[in-house]
Nanobody, 126 residues
């Protein structure tokens, strides 16, 4: 079993920055792409950013591509999301996700990921 634990959420003013981190534990040798999703109240869960195991390929939602950066450590078990120039519309619960199945590139559908963290709240005030 793989467990994912997120950290780093909080309250920040618009224009500020936050760094989210997600650490995997357990059987981590089969983790392939890892990603961040978010869900705002009353909305569907949406893809934010993802990275392959090799770290060669990254994918971003157009709404964050110029502001957020995803990275993955050498052990391939921790993924971070650096969020800059935050906006009120970035307010959501952010979830870390991982797939234990080899994928081509970085899937953007939540259905492609079988491991999820419990989420961390990010609130951006105007």
């Amino acid at each position: 079993q793989v467990q994912l634990v997120e950290s780093g959420g909080g309250l920040v003013q618009a224009g500020g920055s936050l760094r989210l981190s997600c650490t995997a534990s357990g059987r981590t040798s089969n983790l392939y792409p890892m990603a961040w999703f978010r869900q705002a109240p009353g909305k569907e869960r949406e893809f934010v950013a993802g990275i392959t195991r090799s770290r060669v390929v990254t994918e971003y939602s157009p709404s964050v591509s110029s502001r957020f950066t995803i990275s993955r450590d050498d052990a391939r078990t921790t993924v971070a999301l650096q969020m800059n120039s935050l906006r009120p519309e970035d307010t959501a619960v952010y979830y870390c996700a991982a797939s234990e199945t080899g994928q081509l590139g970085v899937p953007t559908s939540p259905n492609a990921y079988n491991r999820w963290g419990r989420g961390t709240q990010v609130t951006v005030s105007s």
